[in-house]
């Protein structure tokens, strides 16, 4: 039996078609908020854009019919992510529709104000520029969006995190009316579309760099999760995008720190109280770094339909300081959840688990 080709046919079959509540082509998510009390339906493209980016990663592994299943799903969400274009037909991308502005999909109060739209964001645009290709021109023309919105060149944040208060890196959200700010993943996410596309650095690469080597030198995405990650908040997931950009692209400023990552993976696995979610993606991480067969228990159907692979800080983005200190709390945390995209993991681990025999 072809476990690759089953967990494939799988993930094919989570696509949306005519489905009321997600667009064609896209995999389906939800977003939760007060313990589950409040859950919708949420239809973005950033859920489809990570499950195409890690089809194409791992394209020149898959079997023939493997293959086919893999070129149906990505050519399906193709032209679902120019909805999600932003509204001038810029090189940069949202989290959710954009023409008209369809944001907070399904809920009851928030779709219907201007003051709940949110920009475009170098996350939702690193990564499907990854997963559609685009021509050079469009490319650069991401690049120097991010540079006109990077901290330092727009604004500096009001609230810096403390230790990365001169880092001049890519501001997550491009926008002049919030607070500037980083998130470590998103920065990932964002290099590994400018290396991957070997686009020209610039001082804004390097700061990004930087603060990535700061905070694995200090142990930040360990001990401070929340300020390092403030759209993912859990040190799993960081050591999980640091990994994904380091080995992937051989970030040589990175790779020193290859051994010191894998000793807090095993620290991790064997002393914290993970969920299955947790250490699927930790399991990824250390088969990444040092190749090798690891079996491990598959997540319930539960699991993977509630774990938050992203988080949205209600109170993220307001700007009176002294409310956005309680932004950190998990009551004001709006989760994403997506089954498919967990299904996608574990089809990862399948994956490298055949690479090393």
Known sequence: MNSVLTQLQLIASLQSSKDANYTDGLFGSERSWAKGL?????DTAFFSA???FTLIRYYDTFKEDERHIADQIIKKMHPT?????????HAS????????????????????????MIPDDIDDSAMIHLVKSHAKEEQLALKEKMLKYAIGNLKWP??????YEKFKVYNTFFVKNMPASFDVCALCNALYFIYFNQLPLNEQDEHSLNLIVQCIERDDHLNRPYEMSPYYTNSVLIIYHIVRFMIDLKVASILPYQSKI????????????LNNIEKLLLNISLRKLAPQKILIEEASNIEKSTYPFFVAGLLGEVSPKWLRSFAFADATHIKYCSRAYAETLWLEHLLLNSAFQ
Request: charged share 25%.
């Open 38 to 42: 409040y859950c919708r339906k949420d």
């Open 50 to 52: 990570c499950i195409g």
């Open 81 to 89: 992510f120019e909805l999600f274009r932003n509204k001038d037909s």
């Open 93 to 116: 991308y949202n989290f959710w529709q954009t023409k008209p502005s369809k944001h907070f999909p399904g809920g009851m109060l928030a779709h219907r104000f201007k003051f709940f």
């Open 158 to 163: 009001d609230k810096p995190v403390k230790g």
């Open 262 to 273: 894998i000793g807090q993976i095993k620290q991790l696995l064997h002393h914290s109280n």
